[in-house]
């Protein structure tokens, strides 16, 4: 399976997108314990 590199930039920006919600919201949790 081969993964053009446009689609792995996409791939990319969505999983930092997908990691900076989860944080935020980890700290979020967290700061509102």
């Given at each position: 399976?081969?993964?053009?590199?446009?689609?792995f930039?996409?791939?990319?920006?969505?999983?930092?997108?997908?990691?900076?919600?989860?944080?935020?919201?980890?700290?979020?949790?967290?700061?509102?314990?």
């Open positions: 399976m081969k993964i053009s590199r446009r689609t930039r996409i791939l990319a920006v969505v999983w930092g997108l997908v990691w900076a919600v989860l944080v935020v919201g980890a700290v979020h949790f967290v700061k509102h314990a």
